[in-house]
């Protein structure tokens, strides 16, 4: 039955249906030859027509990437820096450092290459890395026949309104906004403005007070740190303060103040490879772009604020504003610049240090103890510890030394160009045009530079045989020569009060000891996370 089904089940094909069929299949072929004709004579015109323009195309391509095989071949084993050590990637173009900037890796990327190339190292074609202490001088300092060398502008981001700050300036200019400044951090004037520091530190203090004694509610020190040096910034800048202690919040201007130094690693960028701005700058978070602007609006109306301000309590304004009819003022344009500087300057990077001293601090028990007895048998009470009662402690400046050491502020290099002449820097000669640094956190943690050097060990400045070795003058985490950081003497002053205030009223434990706080995140500035601690009041 079932063997028969596959012939019973076969279709039958009439002659009408094979007529049918075969007309269909004759009409299909006409049509695709017609086709064939009409657009054969267009196809082989175009070809006629864009063969040259494809061949002048192609060489085009292929001499530009013969030329770009040339510069990385000239680059990694012709270059006039081509015998000092280091990776051949970083040799051969500036993408890999740049790449690094973007990624915000750039010194822990320097440090670790130094550790495996030696003290003098290149990190691009035409750049040089070192972590020599002799360095300093030749780089960044003045010497007979050798004036100041010029920055890297490329590395220094352009100010909002594209008025050059005292850290963008020229040398003149540099020298007229250092000589209007440098009355306002002098030490005679900081004893002066002693009552409107301590009355932050105290509030500081009371808020601590407030939010300690509870396990359950860690204290992030990094916010608190922050919040204060803003506010005693503000204060002796503007005449008042952003109100961050007392609303235990960041002012607006502060979030975009933090916000904007991210600008700085996009725009590094745009400066080194012009052609390619309007794709970076597609890339750019808005919130970024859009900070910065607003940023530029709340310094102006500080700016305007304080120069309508009737106030006659001397701050850091009151020096430059004698002068402002004068050839040696400063326009409204270099007052914004400034005063965005001098915010920065003067708050984040003493917080900063505060956050890794007491990191580095919980991290060591040994030194905290140290630390603990200093304070709590110089002082007995909280009026005691006072800016010059502060001096006087020898342990807290080692630790703050070793804390400057171990996680400087600015950990970056900041370039200068080599005369056109060329000049000798740590014993190596080095061709004009060359491109140098000293990078702060790989001169720091070098095992050429000191002794155990990932370790927090304050006694290394306190005389300690072990490390007589150690080359202590390496140590500039307020940089060297005549564009040295002007806010120094206030830098030392907070850090001193506000450590030794905390260690006298509180103890102090990690909330989470595991957690590798340092690990971070670099550009120009420090991006810090929270810094969690168990604070248990004491007094």
Not at 271 to 287: A, D, G
Not at 419 to 447: C, F, K, M, N, R
Not at 465 to 481: A, H, I, Y
């Amino acid at each position: 039955m079932f063997g028969n089904v596959g012939m019973d089940m076969q279709p039958t094909v009439t002659p009408a249906v094979t007529a049918s069929y075969v007309d269909h299949m004759d009409s299909t072929t006409q049509y695709v030859n017609d086709q064939q004709r009409g657009y054969r004579p267009l196809a082989i015109a175009v070809a006629e027509t864009s063969y040259p323009a494809v061949l002048v195309a192609g060489l085009a391509v292929g001499l530009g990437i013969l030329y770009l095989i040339g510069i990385i071949i000239y680059n990694v084993y012709f270059h006039p820096l081509a015998r000092f050590p280091g990776p051949k990637s970083f040799a051969a173009t500036r993408i890999p450092y740049i790449r690094t900037i973007l990624k915000g890796r750039i010194p822990q990327t320097i440090r670790d290459l130094h550790v495996k190339y030696g003290k003098v190292i290149r990190i691009a074609p035409d750049e040089l890395s070192f972590v020599d202490g002799d360095a300093w001088k030749p780089i960044y300092g003045t010497r007979p026949g050798h004036g100041q060398k010029p920055k890297d502008v490329r590395v220094f981001p352009p100010t909002a309104n594209n008025v050059p700050s005292i850290i963008q300036s020229n040398d003149a200019d540099h020298s007229r906004f250092r000589r209007l400044l440098s009355h306002a951090f002098s030490e005679s004037s900081l004893r002066g403005q002693e009552p409107i520091v301590r009355g932050y530190i105290d509030l500081l203090i009371q808020r601590l007070h407030e939010n300690a004694n509870d396990e359950n509610k860690p204290v992030d020190m990094v916010s608190w740190y922050n919040y204060t040096t803003f506010d005693v910034i503000g204060d002796l800048a503007f005449g008042e303060p952003f109100g961050c202690l007392e609303e235990s919040r960041y002012h607006p201007w502060v979030k975009f103040i933090l916000g904007n130094i991210k600008f700085g690693a996009y725009s590094n960028l745009m400066r080194r490879i012009p052609i390619l701005k309007p794709l970076i700058t597609l890339f750019i978070p808005k919130s970024i772009l859009r900070q910065r602007y607003q940023h530029l609006e709340l310094t102006k109306q500080k700016v305007l604020g304080r120069l309508k301000s009737s106030n006659e309590r001397p701050d850091f304004f009151s020096h430059i504003l004698k002068h402002q009819d004068t050839e040696k003022g400063m326009s409204f344009g270099e007052l914004m610049t400034n005063a965005s500087t001098l915010i920065i300057a003067g708050s984040e990077t003493t917080a900063t240090l505060l956050s890794g001293v007491t990191y580095y601090l919980l991290k060591t028990p040994n030194a905290y103890a140290k630390l603990k007895e200093e304070v709590r048998t110089a002082f007995k009470s909280d009026d005691e510890i006072t800016l010059q009662a502060c001096n006087q402690l020898t342990y807290i400046h080692a630790v703050i030394n070793e804390g400057l050491r171990m996680y400087p502020p600015v950990a970056v290099g900041l370039p200068r160009i080599v005369d056109p002449q060329g000049d000798t820097i740590a014993g190596e000669w080095v061709p004009g045009g060359t491109i140098t640094s000293v990078y702060q956190l790989a001169a720091y943690h070098s095992l050429s530079n000191f002794t155990e050097p990932d370790s927090f060990i304050p006694e290394r400045f306190l005389g300690d045989p072990r490390f007589e070795n150690d080359s202590k003058t390496v140590l500039q985490p307020f940089s060297f020569g005549p564009r040295n950081c002007i806010g120094r003497n206030l830098a030392y002053v907070e850090m001193r009060s506000i450590l030794a205030r905390v260690v006298f009223n509180f103890d102090m434990e990690l909330h989470d000891p595991n957690f590798v706080w340092t690990d971070q995140d670099c550009f120009i500035l420090w991006d810090k996370p929270a810094l969690k601690v168990k604070l248990t009041s004491r007094v």
